[in-house]
Nanobody, 122 residues
Framework: VQLQASGGGLVQAGGSLRLSCAAF????????MGWFRQAPGKEREFVAA????????VYADSVKGRFTISRDNAKNTIYLEMDSLKPEDTAVYYC????????????????WGQGTLVTVSS
């Protein structure tokens, strides 16, 4: 499966953005999906994950209450609604997928998108 993330951009602190991640290829299976981010000079970190059915979600403490992950399986797409953005949210955001695993470790995911840059100005 191939993943394509989009929706990044420049936004002022306190603003909102919605990221999308579309899946292409062998999408007939059920994939658990996640969002990760990597800021310059830092390691990739977990943001949020959603189970294949959408019934389970988990968030990093740093984004809980501000970000919402969702999915539309009919469109093979997941979303990350980001509100009350802070300068420390600035990073390249990556989506990831895996048929078996779900959770916060990037090692659990076999498929990755190319990333979309989010820049939050103060």
């Amino acid at each position: 499966v191939q993943l394509q993330a989009s929706g990044g951009g420049l936004v002022q602190a306190g603003g909102s953005l919605r990221l999308s991640c579309a899946a292409f290829g062998r999408t007939g299976g059920s994939y658990n999906m996640g969002w990760f981010r990597q800021a310059p000079g830092k390691e990739r970190e977990f943001v949020a994950a959603i189970s294949w059915s959408g019934g389970r979600t988990v968030y990093a403490d740093s984004v809980k209450g501000r970000f919402t992950i969702s999915r539309d399986n009919a469109k093979n797409t997941i979303y990350l609604e980001m509100d009350s953005l802070k300068p420390e949210d600035t990073a390249v955001y990556y989506c990831a997928a895996d048929q078996r695993n779900y959770g916060s470790s990037p090692l659990r995911y076999d498929y990755w998108g190319q990333g979309t840059l989010v820049t939050v100005s103060s």
